[in-house]
Protein backbone atom coordinates (compact mmCIF):
# COMPACT_ATOMS: atom_id res chain seq x y z
CA UNK A 1 0.00 0.00 0.00
CA UNK A 2 1.42 3.17 -1.03
CA UNK A 3 1.53 6.33 1.59
CA UNK A 4 -0.02 9.25 -0.01
CA UNK A 5 0.81 12.25 1.39
CA UNK A 6 3.07 13.39 4.48
CA UNK A 7 -0.08 13.82 6.19
CA UNK A 8 -0.45 10.09 6.23
CA UNK A 9 2.50 9.28 7.74
CA UNK A 10 2.65 11.51 10.54
CA UNK A 11 -0.81 10.24 11.12
CA UNK A 12 0.56 6.89 10.84
CA UNK A 13 3.92 8.10 13.36
CA UNK A 14 1.30 9.55 15.92
CA UNK A 15 -0.88 6.71 16.17
CA UNK A 16 2.18 3.74 16.89
CA UNK A 17 2.80 2.23 20.01
CA UNK A 18 5.42 1.75 21.23
CA UNK A 19 7.48 3.93 19.08
CA UNK A 20 10.52 2.02 18.45
CA UNK A 21 12.19 1.15 14.66
CA UNK A 22 14.76 0.16 13.11
CA UNK A 23 16.53 1.29 9.57
CA UNK A 24 18.03 -0.58 6.60
CA UNK A 25 20.13 1.37 3.54
CA UNK A 26 21.32 0.14 0.40
CA UNK A 27 22.94 2.11 -2.29
CA UNK A 28 25.11 5.36 -2.35
CA UNK A 29 25.41 8.27 0.05
CA UNK A 30 22.73 9.97 -1.43
CA UNK A 31 20.37 7.12 0.27
CA UNK A 32 22.01 6.73 3.92
CA UNK A 33 21.72 10.81 3.95
CA UNK A 34 18.14 10.44 2.98
CA UNK A 35 17.86 7.44 5.41
CA UNK A 36 19.46 9.58 8.36
CA UNK A 37 16.88 12.16 7.45
CA UNK A 38 14.32 10.08 7.87
CA UNK A 39 15.18 8.81 10.70
CA UNK A 40 15.30 12.13 12.30
CA UNK A 41 11.80 12.91 11.32
CA UNK A 42 10.60 9.84 13.07
CA UNK A 43 12.43 11.02 16.39
CA UNK A 44 10.63 14.05 15.72
CA UNK A 45 7.51 12.32 16.27
CA UNK A 46 8.62 10.70 19.45
CA UNK A 47 10.27 7.06 17.59
CA UNK A 48 13.72 6.00 19.07
CA UNK A 49 15.83 3.98 16.75
CA UNK A 50 16.07 0.57 18.16
CA UNK A 51 17.85 -2.79 18.20
CA UNK A 52 14.97 -4.72 20.04
CA UNK A 53 13.69 -7.67 18.91
CA UNK A 54 9.76 -6.16 17.52
CA UNK A 55 10.35 -2.39 16.43
CA UNK A 56 6.86 -0.97 15.75
CA UNK A 57 8.16 0.24 12.66
CA UNK A 58 11.18 -1.12 10.18
CA UNK A 59 12.12 1.86 7.61
CA UNK A 60 14.48 0.67 4.69
CA UNK A 61 16.03 2.74 1.69
CA UNK A 62 16.38 0.60 -1.38
CA UNK A 63 18.29 1.01 -4.65
CA UNK A 64 17.95 -0.18 -8.02
CA UNK A 65 20.82 1.33 -9.90
CA UNK A 66 22.05 -2.32 -10.59
CA UNK A 67 20.53 -5.59 -11.12
CA UNK A 68 21.97 -6.90 -8.18
CA UNK A 69 21.17 -3.63 -6.04
CA UNK A 70 17.79 -4.06 -6.35
CA UNK A 71 17.74 -7.80 -5.94
CA UNK A 72 19.18 -7.78 -2.81
CA UNK A 73 16.99 -4.85 -1.37
CA UNK A 74 14.12 -6.73 -2.33
CA UNK A 75 15.74 -10.04 -0.95
CA UNK A 76 16.66 -8.05 2.26
CA UNK A 77 12.95 -6.87 2.51
CA UNK A 78 11.20 -10.30 2.27
CA UNK A 79 13.64 -11.89 5.13
CA UNK A 80 12.50 -9.07 7.43
CA UNK A 81 9.17 -9.77 6.85
CA UNK A 82 10.15 -13.39 7.92
CA UNK A 83 12.35 -12.28 10.88
CA UNK A 84 9.96 -9.66 12.09
CA UNK A 85 6.51 -10.68 11.28
CA UNK A 86 4.75 -7.90 13.51
CA UNK A 87 6.39 -5.77 12.37
CA UNK A 88 4.95 -2.66 10.10
CA UNK A 89 8.11 -2.54 6.50
CA UNK A 90 7.77 1.28 5.10
CA UNK A 91 10.09 1.18 2.11
CA UNK A 92 11.18 3.84 -0.23
CA UNK A 93 13.94 4.19 -2.54
CA UNK A 94 14.43 3.20 -6.48
CA UNK A 95 13.96 -0.55 -6.20
CA UNK A 96 10.55 -2.06 -8.19
CA UNK A 97 8.51 -2.56 -4.33
CA UNK A 98 5.27 -3.62 -6.41
CA UNK A 99 7.23 -6.94 -6.53
CA UNK A 100 6.51 -6.74 -2.46
CA UNK A 101 3.01 -7.52 -0.44
CA UNK A 102 2.28 -6.20 2.57
CA UNK A 103 4.77 -3.53 3.10
CA UNK A 104 3.60 0.77 3.18
CA UNK A 105 5.92 2.63 0.08
CA UNK A 106 7.01 5.77 -0.23
CA UNK A 107 8.05 7.26 -3.68
CA UNK A 108 10.45 9.63 -4.08
CA UNK A 109 8.64 12.54 -5.13
CA UNK A 110 6.64 12.36 -1.76
CA UNK A 111 10.28 11.39 0.36
CA UNK A 112 12.22 14.56 -1.24
CA UNK A 113 8.72 16.09 0.19
CA UNK A 114 9.09 15.17 3.79
CA UNK A 115 12.90 15.63 3.54
CA UNK A 116 12.43 19.16 2.22
CA UNK A 117 11.06 20.32 6.11
CA UNK A 118 13.81 18.89 7.54
CA UNK A 119 16.35 21.23 5.50
CA UNK A 120 18.99 18.66 5.63
CA UNK A 121 19.25 18.52 9.39
CA UNK A 122 19.76 15.10 11.56
CA UNK A 123 21.19 14.63 14.69
CA UNK A 124 23.78 12.34 16.11
CA UNK A 125 20.50 10.44 18.11
CA UNK A 126 19.73 8.52 14.41
CA UNK A 127 22.92 6.67 15.39
CA UNK A 128 24.23 6.13 11.76
CA UNK A 129 27.85 4.62 10.90
CA UNK A 130 29.64 8.18 10.13
CA UNK A 131 28.75 9.89 13.42
CA UNK A 132 31.01 8.59 15.65
CA UNK A 133 33.81 9.36 13.17
CA UNK A 134 31.87 12.93 13.33
CA UNK A 135 31.22 13.14 9.66
CA UNK A 136 27.63 14.38 8.15
CA UNK A 137 25.90 13.59 4.98
CA UNK A 138 24.64 17.12 3.64
CA UNK A 139 22.23 15.52 0.85
CA UNK A 140 21.87 19.15 -1.09
CA UNK A 141 20.74 17.35 -4.38
CA UNK A 142 18.40 14.98 -5.51
CA UNK A 143 16.96 14.04 -9.18
CA UNK A 144 18.78 13.20 -12.64
CA UNK A 145 17.46 14.10 -16.11
CA UNK A 146 20.55 13.55 -17.89
CA UNK A 147 19.69 10.31 -19.07
CA UNK A 148 22.50 8.44 -19.75
CA UNK A 149 22.09 5.31 -22.35
CA UNK A 150 22.31 2.77 -19.09
CA UNK A 151 21.29 4.21 -16.18
CA UNK A 152 17.48 3.77 -14.68
CA UNK A 153 17.94 6.69 -12.37
CA UNK A 154 16.38 9.10 -14.76
CA UNK A 155 13.16 6.70 -14.35
CA UNK A 156 13.42 6.38 -10.93
CA UNK A 157 14.13 10.05 -9.72
CA UNK A 158 13.01 12.47 -12.54
CA UNK A 159 12.14 15.64 -10.05
CA UNK A 160 15.30 17.99 -9.67
CA UNK A 161 15.32 19.43 -6.13
CA UNK A 162 18.39 21.33 -5.05
CA UNK A 163 18.84 22.75 -0.86
CA UNK A 164 19.14 26.44 -0.98
CA UNK A 165 22.46 27.70 -0.03
CA UNK A 166 21.44 29.30 3.17
CA UNK A 167 19.43 26.63 4.06
CA UNK A 168 22.71 24.92 3.72
CA UNK A 169 24.92 27.04 5.58
CA UNK A 170 21.87 27.32 8.47
CA UNK A 171 22.25 23.43 8.42
CA UNK A 172 25.96 23.24 8.73
CA UNK A 173 26.01 26.32 11.62
CA UNK A 174 23.39 24.13 13.44
CA UNK A 175 25.82 20.84 13.69
CA UNK A 176 29.25 22.00 13.42
CA UNK A 177 29.77 21.94 17.07
CA UNK A 178 29.39 18.32 17.44
CA UNK A 179 30.90 17.00 13.52
CA UNK A 180 33.91 18.11 12.25
CA UNK A 181 33.26 17.27 8.67
CA UNK A 182 30.19 17.64 6.43
CA UNK A 183 30.07 15.63 3.33
CA UNK A 184 27.97 17.32 0.33
CA UNK A 185 26.39 14.64 -1.50
CA UNK A 186 24.05 14.53 -4.54
CA UNK A 187 21.88 12.37 -7.13
CA UNK A 188 23.71 14.74 -9.81
CA UNK A 189 25.64 17.25 -8.50
CA UNK A 190 25.81 19.11 -12.00
CA UNK A 191 22.26 19.44 -11.65
CA UNK A 192 22.48 21.43 -8.35
CA UNK A 193 20.46 24.57 -9.28
CA UNK A 194 22.23 27.13 -7.71
CA UNK A 195 25.79 26.09 -8.86
CA UNK A 196 28.29 23.94 -6.76
CA UNK A 197 30.83 26.57 -7.21
CA UNK A 198 28.65 28.93 -5.44
CA UNK A 199 27.44 26.68 -2.43
CA UNK A 200 31.02 25.48 -1.70
CA UNK A 201 32.12 29.00 -1.70
CA UNK A 202 29.29 30.51 0.84
CA UNK A 203 30.32 27.03 3.05
CA UNK A 204 33.83 28.03 3.13
CA UNK A 205 33.24 31.83 3.95
CA UNK A 206 29.97 31.72 6.28
CA UNK A 207 30.92 28.59 8.35
CA UNK A 208 33.34 26.87 10.74
CA UNK A 209 33.06 23.05 9.71
CA UNK A 210 36.44 22.05 9.85
CA UNK A 211 36.86 19.62 6.71
CA UNK A 212 34.33 19.69 3.92
CA UNK A 213 34.96 16.52 1.40
CA UNK A 214 32.12 15.10 -1.67
CA UNK A 215 30.15 11.64 -2.00
CA UNK A 216 30.89 12.05 -6.01
CA UNK A 217 31.56 14.61 -8.52
CA UNK A 218 30.44 14.62 -12.17
CA UNK A 219 33.21 15.69 -14.11
CA UNK A 220 31.46 18.47 -15.77
CA UNK A 221 31.43 20.28 -12.41
CA UNK A 222 34.81 21.43 -13.21
CA UNK A 223 35.58 24.44 -13.89
CA UNK A 224 38.55 26.89 -13.02
CA UNK A 225 36.94 28.28 -9.94
CA UNK A 226 36.03 25.19 -8.35
CA UNK A 227 39.63 24.26 -9.19
CA UNK A 228 40.64 27.15 -7.26
CA UNK A 229 38.24 26.70 -4.60
CA UNK A 230 39.53 22.86 -3.73
CA UNK A 231 42.68 24.04 -2.79
CA UNK A 232 41.27 25.57 0.56
CA UNK A 233 43.15 23.71 3.45
CA UNK A 234 39.71 22.77 4.54
CA UNK A 235 38.58 20.71 1.45
CA UNK A 236 39.17 16.98 1.75
CA UNK A 237 41.92 16.41 -0.45
CA UNK A 238 40.00 13.25 -1.69
CA UNK A 239 37.76 13.48 -4.78
CA UNK A 240 35.61 10.84 -6.61
CA UNK A 241 34.88 11.54 -10.18
CA UNK A 242 33.38 8.94 -11.94
CA UNK A 243 34.01 8.44 -15.72
CA UNK A 244 32.76 4.98 -16.48
CA UNK A 245 34.54 4.67 -19.37
CA UNK A 246 38.46 5.54 -21.65
CA UNK A 247 37.08 5.04 -24.86
CA UNK A 248 35.12 8.03 -26.63
CA UNK A 249 33.33 5.07 -28.66
CA UNK A 250 32.04 3.69 -25.65
CA UNK A 251 31.91 7.45 -24.01
CA UNK A 252 29.44 8.16 -27.24
CA UNK A 253 27.22 5.17 -26.91
CA UNK A 254 27.44 5.50 -23.04
CA UNK A 255 25.77 9.13 -24.03
CA UNK A 256 28.43 10.86 -21.28
CA UNK A 257 28.41 14.59 -21.64
CA UNK A 258 32.78 14.62 -22.00
CA UNK A 259 35.16 12.48 -24.08
CA UNK A 260 38.78 11.37 -23.11
CA UNK A 261 40.58 14.57 -23.50
CA UNK A 262 37.80 16.44 -21.32
CA UNK A 263 38.90 13.60 -18.47
CA UNK A 264 42.62 13.95 -19.21
CA UNK A 265 42.26 17.69 -18.89
CA UNK A 266 40.45 17.95 -16.09
CA UNK A 267 42.69 15.59 -13.75
CA UNK A 268 46.00 17.18 -15.29
CA UNK A 269 44.34 20.61 -13.95
CA UNK A 270 43.64 18.67 -10.87
CA UNK A 271 46.96 17.50 -9.98
CA UNK A 272 48.47 20.51 -11.24
CA UNK A 273 46.38 23.13 -8.65
CA UNK A 274 46.56 20.33 -5.54
CA UNK A 275 48.89 18.86 -3.53
CA UNK A 276 48.29 15.51 -2.52
CA UNK A 277 45.28 14.90 -4.17
CA UNK A 278 44.18 11.00 -3.92
CA UNK A 279 41.29 10.14 -6.72
CA UNK A 280 39.12 7.86 -6.74
CA UNK A 281 36.57 6.69 -9.66
CA UNK A 282 33.45 4.27 -11.10
CA UNK A 283 34.06 2.63 -14.08
CA UNK A 284 31.56 0.12 -15.96
CA UNK A 285 32.93 -2.89 -17.91
CA UNK A 286 31.73 -4.83 -20.37
CA UNK A 287 29.21 -2.19 -21.49
CA UNK A 288 27.12 -3.92 -24.64
CA UNK A 289 29.42 -3.95 -27.79
CA UNK A 290 32.92 -3.18 -25.53
CA UNK A 291 35.82 -4.41 -27.48
CA UNK A 292 39.14 -5.64 -26.11
CA UNK A 293 40.64 -1.84 -27.66
CA UNK A 294 37.88 -0.14 -25.87
CA UNK A 295 38.56 -2.12 -22.81
CA UNK A 296 42.34 -1.01 -23.76
CA UNK A 297 41.86 2.39 -23.46
CA UNK A 298 40.08 2.72 -20.84
CA UNK A 299 42.63 0.84 -18.39
CA UNK A 300 45.37 2.82 -19.86
CA UNK A 301 43.65 6.21 -19.06
CA UNK A 302 42.92 4.30 -15.08
CA UNK A 303 46.44 3.81 -15.07
CA UNK A 304 47.64 7.14 -16.30
CA UNK A 305 45.41 8.59 -13.81
CA UNK A 306 46.29 7.00 -10.84
CA UNK A 307 43.14 6.46 -9.31
CA UNK A 308 43.39 5.27 -5.33
CA UNK A 309 39.99 3.60 -5.39
CA UNK A 310 38.05 2.08 -8.56
CA UNK A 311 34.31 1.23 -7.74
CA UNK A 312 33.98 -1.23 -10.53
CA UNK A 313 31.02 -2.62 -12.11
CA UNK A 314 30.00 -5.28 -14.63
CA UNK A 315 27.62 -3.56 -17.29
CA UNK A 316 24.15 -4.51 -15.84
CA UNK A 317 20.57 -3.90 -18.15
CA UNK A 318 18.69 -1.63 -16.64
CA UNK A 319 14.69 -2.17 -17.86
CA UNK A 320 13.71 0.41 -20.20
CA UNK A 321 17.31 2.11 -21.17
CA UNK A 322 18.74 2.79 -24.02
CA UNK A 323 21.78 0.37 -23.41
CA UNK A 324 19.24 -2.82 -22.30
CA UNK A 325 18.42 -2.61 -26.72
CA UNK A 326 22.00 -2.49 -27.23
CA UNK A 327 22.41 -5.50 -25.10
CA UNK A 328 19.84 -7.42 -26.27
CA UNK A 329 21.08 -6.59 -29.99
CA UNK A 330 24.26 -7.43 -29.89
CA UNK A 331 26.60 -10.36 -28.66
CA UNK A 332 27.27 -10.62 -25.04
CA UNK A 333 30.84 -10.86 -23.62
CA UNK A 334 31.11 -13.52 -21.94
CA UNK A 335 31.25 -13.59 -18.04
CA UNK A 336 35.21 -14.77 -17.72
CA UNK A 337 36.18 -12.07 -19.62
CA UNK A 338 33.67 -9.53 -17.84
CA UNK A 339 35.49 -10.92 -14.61
CA UNK A 340 39.08 -10.74 -16.14
CA UNK A 341 38.31 -6.87 -17.27
CA UNK A 342 37.17 -6.04 -13.99
CA UNK A 343 39.75 -7.75 -11.79
CA UNK A 344 42.17 -5.95 -13.99
CA UNK A 345 40.62 -2.34 -13.69
CA UNK A 346 40.46 -2.80 -9.54
CA UNK A 347 44.28 -4.21 -9.40
CA UNK A 348 45.23 -0.72 -11.08
CA UNK A 349 44.81 0.57 -7.45
CA UNK A 350 48.29 -1.35 -6.19
CA UNK A 351 49.53 -0.80 -9.23
Known amino acids: MKINSQRSLIKLLKSSSPKAFRVFNFGCRVNAAEINQLSQFFINYGFTPSLVDNPQIILINT ?37 IQNILTIDNILKDNILTNTNGYYSPKIGDKYTPHKRYLLRVQSGCTQKCSYCIVPQKRPHLWSLAPSTAVATIKKIEAEYNEIIITGVNLAQYQYGLTDLVKKIIEETKIKLISFGSIPLNCFNDEFLNLLDNKRIVKFLHIPIQSGSNRILKLMRRPYNQKKIINVFESLKSKIKNLSLGTDIIVGFPTETKADFQKTYNLCRKIGFKKIHTFRFSPRPNTEAQKLFDQNPKINKTELKSRSIKIRNLVNY
Open 63 to 99: CAVTRKGENESLTKIRVLQKQYPQSLIIATGCANLNK
